[in-house]
């Protein structure tokens, strides 16, 4: 008989999961654990009796210890200022980061409350301005708030992402081309910005329908603090937007939303003039980002979708949004 073969990646049984955590949590015999999907972190739906989780277990090689212990800090200052926020769930000895012993090797997991209500891409403007609310809400704790996690700057959103994409697809062709000269572009305006006059702190960095549930009486709960990190906090609202623009194709109902929007956020605190400037430009820099995040995961995430189509509809959508805001990349 031959060795055991080594693995990249593993699917964590359900039910061995669902017994740590009645171990470790306290939790009673009645708990499921049930696999809810398997992307680029594995989500696991936890249920004991009349009480919902939500287990994260971080894949090989994704994050740090370090890396996952300052998103449960960020998670617990939102938590204890009551910010609209799914929250960290210590186990019985105090301790949020679980470590498994996986086949591919050390992994780690941590138990989040579950968010109230569920997620939809179809809501409505008043929905939005709740959304917009809800991530003032957390802005207004984030600012200033330092992460011992990445910073999301020029270096990191566009000249690293784009030499890492063209390392992936490897033939040049004229989504290749235009990805390289619109991060040119935006690093030249980037360089013009107006630090004093941009909030900065800790960002979630993928606020979008996906990461956030809203229940009849549309209370926002945002969750997926996976990509935090230090940025300017428009960031988070530009990528909103741009989500909203893409899930909203008739444009008279994104402008009535992101209106919505945008009014919410300011209910609570001011965008600058200098961040609206940059709210177009913003998004830009981060989808760049995340193609290049898609590539370094291949292995992990999935392999059937990465391709040559995949990338002109992601640049398509790109000069979409480039169009309508009347962007004139040189």
């Known amino acids: 008989m031959t060795k055991e073969f080594p693995v990249t990646n593993s699917t964590l049984s359900a039910t061995k999961l669902g ?15 049930k696999l809810f999907r398997a992307g680029m972190n594995h989500v696991y739906i936890v249920t004991d009796n009349n009480t919902k989780y939500v287990l994260r277990v ?7 210890k370090k890396e996952v212990a300052e998103e ?39 138990l989040f409350s579950f968010a109230e209500g569920t997620k939809s891409a179809k809501f409505t403007a008043e929905t939005s301005f709740c959304i917009g609310l809800a991530l003032a809400k957390v802005h207004k704790e984030t600012e200033d708030f330092a992460l011992d996690r990445i910073t999301y700057n020029n270096e990191v959103l566009l000249i690293d992402s784009v030499k890492r994409t063209r390392e ?6 004229e989504e290749t081309l235009f990805l390289e000269k619109m991060a040119r572009f935006l690093q030249k305006e980037f360089s013009t910005v107006a630090n004093e006059q941009i909030r900065f702190g800790a ?19 945002l969750f997926d603090f996976d990509f935090c990190g230090n940025g300017w906090l428009c960031l988070d609202i530009s990528y909103f937007l741009f989500q909203l623009f893409y899930t909203n ?16 956020y300011e209910t609570i605190t001011e965008i600058t003039k200098e ?19 898609q590539c370094d995961r291949y292995d992990y995430w999935t392999n059937i979708f990465l391709n040559e189509d995949h990338l002109k509809r992601f640049v398509a959508n790109l000069k979409r949004w480039i169009v309508y805001n009347e962007i004139e990349i040189e």
Not at 58 to 64: A, H, I, M, P, S
Not at 216 to 221: A, C, H, M, S
Not at 249 to 264: I, M, Q, R
Not at 278 to 293: G, N
């Open 19 to 33: 017994e740590l955590l009645q171990e470790k949590y306290n939790l009673s015999e009645n708990t499921e654990c």
């Open 72 to 110: 449960v800090r960020l998670l617990i200052h939102l938590n204890k200022n009551k910010t609209p926020v799914s929250f960290p769930i210590a186990d019985h000895l105090n301790e949020y980061i679980q470590e498994l012993n996986a086949p591919e090797g050390l992994r780690y997991a941590v």
């Open 203 to 221: 960002v979630h960095l993928d606020v979008w329908f996906d990461n956030m549930h809203f229940n009849e009486d549309n209370k926002v709960t």
């Open 58 to 64: 971080y894949t090989f090689n994704w994050r740090t």
């Open 249 to 264: 194709l008739n444009e008279k109902d994104y402008k009535v939303k992101a209106a919505s929007f945008l009014e919410g």
């Open 168 to 173: 992936f697809f490897t033939k040049e062709t």
């Open 275 to 293: 961040e609206k400037r940059l709210l177009p430009l913003a998004c830009l820099a981060i989808m760049t980002y995340y193609i290049s995040m």
